[in-house]
Antibody, heavy 120, light 113 residues
Framework: EVQLVESGGGLVQPGGSLRLSCAASGFTFSSYWMHWVRQAPGKGLVWVSRIKTDGSTTDYADSVKGRFTISRDNAKNTLYLQMNSLRVEDTAVYYC?????????????WGQGTLVTVSS | DIVMTQSPDSLAVSLGERATINCKSSQSLLYSSNNKNYLAWYHQKPGQPPKLLIYWASTRESGVPDRFSGSGSGTDFTLTISSLQAEDVAVYYCQQYYTTPPYTFGQGTKLEI
C-alpha cells in the first residue's frame, strides 16, 4: 500500500524557516517525480514544487521561487521542503503528492498533509 | 499559465440524483498528436487529502466507482456522478497538465446533499 506521511509543520513567525518531510513507503520512491501542493485554510489546491526522480530537476511556483527548496533522499525514501523567509500567506496545509508514471502529469497518491501556520 | 474555472461553486443534489460539475480552461487541453485531453478530476472529502478520480478527462482511476464519469474536450469538461451517494459529499477539483509547470487547479466545487 502506498503511504506518504508528512511531518515538520507548526507555528513560525514571519521571516522564519521550517523544513517539511514526507516519508514514502509501499512503492519504489526513486522511480517517481514528487510534488508539494498546499491548501490555505478554506481555500483550494495550489501546486508548490516538484522534483525529478533523481533530484536533478526542480521546479517552483512563482510565489515560492527563491524562498523554498525541494529535495529528496532516495536512500531514505524521503521528500523535503525547506521553507525560508516565510510569509503570512504561506499559511496552509502542505501535502506531498506522487506524480503518475511515466509522465508525471497528475497526482495519484497524496499524504494526509501537515499544517504550517505563519503568524506573529 | 492556464486558468481553470469551475462551475458552479457549490451544488446541492438529492441522494440518487445526478450531479454535474463543469470545468473550463483558458486554453485548449487537447493535444492533437495523440487526441488526448490533459485534464484530471479529484475529490476531497472533509478532513481528508484529495483523491484522484479521473485522468485523461474520462479515464477512471482504479477503484473509482463507475457512477463517476468524465467527458468533454478542448476547453470544456464535465464530471458527472450518475446517482449521488452520501459518501460523495466532497469538494471536487479539476486540474490541467497540458502545460506544466505550473500544474493548475480549478477553484473547487462543493457538492452537498
Amino acid at each position: 500500500e502506498v503511504q506518504l506521511v508528512e511531518s515538520g509543520g507548526g507555528l513560525v513567525q514571519p521571516g522564519g524557516s521550517l523544513r517539511l518531510s514526507c516519508a514514502a513507503s509501499g512503492f519504489t520512491f526513486s522511480s517517481y517525480w514528487m510534488h508539494w501542493v498546499r491548501q490555505a485554510p478554506g481555500k483550494g489546491l495550489v501546486w508548490v514544487s516538484r522534483i525529478k526522480t533523481d533530484g536533478s530537476t526542480t521546479d517552483y511556483a512563482d510565489s515560492v521561487k527563491g524562498r523554498f527548496t525541494i529535495s529528496r533522499d532516495n536512500a531514505k525514501n524521503t521528500l523535503y521542503l525547506q521553507m525560508n523567509s516565510l510569509r503570512v500567506e504561506d499559511t496552509a496545509v502542505y501535502y506531498c503528492a506522487r506524480g503518475d508514471v511515466p509522465l508525471d502529469y497528475y497526482f495519484d497518491s497524496w499524504g494526509q498533509g501537515t499544517l504550517v501556520t505563519v503568524s506573529s | 499559465d492556464i486558468v481553470m474555472t469551475q462551475s458552479p461553486d457549490s451544488l446541492a443534489v438529492s441522494l440518487g440524483e445526478r450531479a454535474t460539475i463543469n470545468c473550463k480552461s483558458s486554453q485548449s487541453l487537447l493535444y492533437s498528436s495523440n487526441n488526448k485531453n490533459y485534464l484530471a478530476w479529484y475529490h476531497q472529502k472533509p478532513g481528508q487529502p484529495p483523491k484522484l478520480l479521473i485522468y485523461w478527462a474520462s479515464t477512471r482511476e482504479s477503484g473509482v466507482p463507475d457512477r463517476f464519469s468524465g467527458s468533454g474536450s478542448g476547453t470544456d469538461f464535465t464530471l458527472t456522478i450518475s446517482s449521488l451517494q452520501a459518501e460523495d459529499v466532497a469538494v471536487y477539483y479539476c486540474q490541467q497538465y497540458y502545460t506544466t509547470p505550473p500544474y493548475t487547479f480549478g477553484q473547487g466545487t462543493k457538492l452537498e446533499i
